[in-house]
């Protein structure tokens, strides 16, 4: 059983596309991380948030605390956007836990 | 220059091997982890440590073995590599700051096959 769960595990948008990746997890969070990692390989934090949104350029997260569940929104999708976005979370002992991720592919 | 770096980045070696890999940071961070990832699965935790003198085995420790030369330096090694240690690894860094929760840092990771 997976402390975090993402869905969709693979997503074909077309560019300009709205995308949403959902992430549920199931023990006490600290904080709720989403991290891209690049075709390449390289993980990069995108977000870290403990309530509420965050907004960074095209990227939009949001957590629901009582509902356990944390969405990635992507405004206006490019193909640069391509890459698999992973949600973690950081429980209360600061372990962290991280979901299989999302494989995004956007196509012009 | 990269906050987090590892080397080798690529490495093939035989069954029955040891291993190490090598990672460094800049970020004057307290806090270090070493992850392997595998196709399909998330990411999982190998080892961990906080600072130089506390070290943690993580979810999946069996088979390695770590060591924290210095606050920047982490090194993980496999004594005797095997193929199912064939994986992509990962090695991250977090602050210990106050308030929720530590952001990661990660570095380029290392390719390791096990033939």
């Known amino acids: 059983k997976n402390e975090v769960e993402q869905s969709p595990q693979n997503l074909t948008a077309q560019e300009g596309e709205f995308i949403t990746i959902n992430c549920s997890y199931s023990v006490g969070i600290s904080a709720l991380h989403w991290l891209q990692q690049h075709p390449g390989g390289g993980i990069v934090s995108l977000f870290m948030?403990?309530?509420g949104k965050k907004k960074h350029g095209r990227l939009i997260a949001t957590i629901n605390i009582q509902e356990k569940h944390s969405s990635l929104h992507i405004t206006a999708s490019h193909p640069r956007d391509s890459a698999v976005y992973i949600c973690?979370?950081?429980?209360?002992?600061?372990?962290?836990?991280f979901g299989t991720g999302t494989s995004l592919t956007v196509i012009p | 220059d990269a906050d987090v770096t590892q080397t080798p980045r690529n490495r093939i070696t035989k069954t029955g091997k040891r291993i190490m890999l090598e990672c460094s940071q800049t970020?004057?961070?307290?806090?270090m982890y070493w992850y392997r990832q595998d196709p399909g699965l998330g990411l999982r935790l190998i080892y961990y440590s906080f600072d130089v003198k506390d070290i943690n085995k993580g979810e999946i420790s069996d088979g390695y073995s770590v060591s924290r030369q210095a606050q920047a330096k982490f090194s993980l090694s496999l004594e005797s590599a095997i193929p199912n240690q064939t994986a992509l690894y990962f090695c991250?860094?977090?602050?210990?700051?106050?308030?929720?929760?530590?952001?990661?840092?990660f570095g380029p990771g290392t390719r390791l096959t096990v033939l």
């Open positions: 991250a860094t977090s602050d210990t700051g106050s308030g929720s929760g530590y952001e990661q840092f």
């Open positions: 973690a979370v950081t429980n209360t002992g600061n372990q962290f836990y």
């Open positions: 970020k004057g961070h307290d806090r």
């Open positions: 948030l403990s309530s």
